[in-house]
């Protein structure tokens, strides 16, 4: 009786590569890094020969030849936060193109724990995205130069040569603010994000700096997360504003959740709006009012930079995108309120 094998089946290497398609092992590596130093014809042999035996670089050797990890990061502020869901998924599949891949992380909103994240992420990496609506100027500007290549997303960059992609607040704000004004509204309060957020002091500054004959805004303290809409209910029915601007999609729908479980209807007692347009917001009932970041293209961009840095090209221009009104079923006119609280 024939005795069977139990050797594991020989791992098909470089060498058996090289041999199929005639050609040296320092050609199949050229070919399989991808490098451009190799004649058309013989790339096409050596992945015909790579495809017929069924061959797989090792990525470990890979990353040694050419000296990069073929990995980017990413990090963001919160990623329970949809926005920045949008953004990782616009940078991971503009990365995949490329034969890369994202790696991941989160500072719970903590700015002091973004820059520990930061350099650890850089130092694993072969570039960064940063996204950071909460440092502060002057320890943006000293972490940056560490960090090359880096992209910054959703703020401007204070250091020349650091690409960015931002997002005029400022803009927004009073494009929602124009729609209030449209729909008859005088009084509106307004649910501020995080103190130490960049965007919301461009909201407040835009706020700030209204005409005199625009909407009275009321500003209550609140956050930027669905709890902190929530929370909110009493201040903003007592503030006695018709409308609440809140500082972002989520705040809107915490706040619409509470004055749902009130009893307080949407827009005809109170209109509500938020910002960012999250994919949840055209499905809250009523359709949340907002205005839209188009965050996937802005991960897709973040990339295109990044690639550019990685194989020494000057980037693209920076870009500063203005947000787009949605208007929808949660807000409507000043008048229906004012009758409905009579």
């Known amino acids: 009786m024939a005795r069977m094998s139990t050797r594991p089946p020989q791992r098909v290497t470089i060498a058996h590569v090289a041999q199929e398609a005639g050609v040296s092992r320092a050609t199949v590596s050229r070919v399989m890094n991808g ?55 616009g940078l991971s599949r503009a990365a995949a193109r490329e034969g890369y891949r994202v790696l991941v992380a989160d500072s719970i909103e903590n700015p002091e724990e973004e820059v520990i994240l930061a350099r650890e992420a850089r130092r694993r990496c072969d570039a960064l995205v940063l996204v950071s609506p909460r440092m502060d100027v002057a320890h943006l500007g000293e972490l940056l130069p560490e960090l090359a290549p880096v992209v910054l997303v959703n703020r401007s960059s204070p250091v020349p040569g650091v690409p960015s992609l931002a997002v005029d607040y400022g803009a927004g704000i009073r494009s929602i603010l124009g729609e209030l004004e449209r729909l008859g509204h005088k009084r509106v309060a307004y649910l501020a994000g995080p103190e130490t957020s960049h965007g919301n002091q461009d909201r407040l500054d835009a706020l700030h700096s209204l005409p005199a004959d625009a909407p009275e805004i009321v500003e209550i303290p609140c956050g930027a997360m669905f709890e902190d809409g929530y929370q ?54 009523p359709a949340l009012t907002t205005v839209s970041v188009p965050q996937t293209e802005l991960g897709e961009q973040a990339w295109a930079r990044l690639w550019d840095l990685l194989n020494g090209r000057d980037p693209e221009d920076d870009v500063v995108v203005t947000p787009r009104l949605e208007a929808r079923a949660s807000s409507g006119t000043a008048s229906a309120t004012a009758t409905s609280v009579a």
Do not use: W
């Open 35 to 89: 490098l451009a130093t190799v004649d058309p014809e013989i790339g096409k042999r050596v992945r015909e020969a790579a495809a017929k035996l069924n061959y797989s670089p090792s990525t470990v050797a890979r990353s040694l030849a050419i000296g990069r990890t073929q990995t980017v990061a990413i990090v963001v502020p919160d990623l329970a936060n949809p926005m920045f869901q949008e953004t990782l998924r």
């Open 232 to 285: 909110a209910r009493e201040n903003v029915l007592g503030s006695g504003a018709t409308a609440a601007v809140c500082f972002n999609d989520l705040v809107a729908l915490g706040l619409l959740g509470a004055l749902h479980e009130a009893g307080v209807s949407v827009p005809e007692r109170l209109s509500v709006t938020g910002f960012d347009d999250i994919p949840f917001a055209r499905f809250a009932s």
